[in-house]
């Protein structure tokens, strides 16, 4: 049984930072495209949006609003992934899950990631106060 569990949320102040793990067990790592995605307060009709993006090759990818702020990294020894973020603003307000077999962004282009393909964690909230 695949499982992704998300750890490393809280409360943090405008401009602070925080990491995000996920944990993996079931799959290895180092065999998956995986990435980082999140959900806002009230835009749950909008579904998750996708935040940054790690290939199994080394390639990565980000959404242009935390492109600078934002480091997706994989330690395949711990089949842990991680978020990394910095000068966190009020609008990276969400709920932030991991995921593993995700394809680039630029191939779901149009339709968007659904957490009904792929495999997928619960969720940690992490609220940015202003």
């Known amino acids: 049984q695949v499982r992704l569990m998300e750890s490393g949320g809280g409360v943090v102040e405008a401009g602070g930072s925080v990491t995000l793990s996920c944990t993996i067990s079931g799959l290895r790592l180092q065999n998956y495209a995986t990435g980082w995605f999140r959900q806002a307060p009230g835009k749950e009709h909008e579904g998750v949006k996708f935040v940054a993006w790690s290939g199994n090759t080394g390639l990565s990818d980000y959404a242009d609003s935390v492109k600078g702020r934002f480091t997706i990294s994989r330690d395949h020894n711990k089949n842990t992934l991680y978020l990394q973020m910095n000068s966190l603003k009020p609008e990276d307000t969400a709920i932030y899950y991991c995921?593993?077999?995700?394809?680039?962004?630029?191939?779901?282009?149009?339709?968007?990631?659904?957490?009904?393909?792929?495999?997928w964690g619960q969720g940690t909230q992490v609220t940015v106060s202003s």
């Open positions: 995921a593993a077999d995700v394809p680039l962004p630029q191939y779901v282009a149009g339709r968007g990631y659904s957490r009904n393909s792929g495999y």
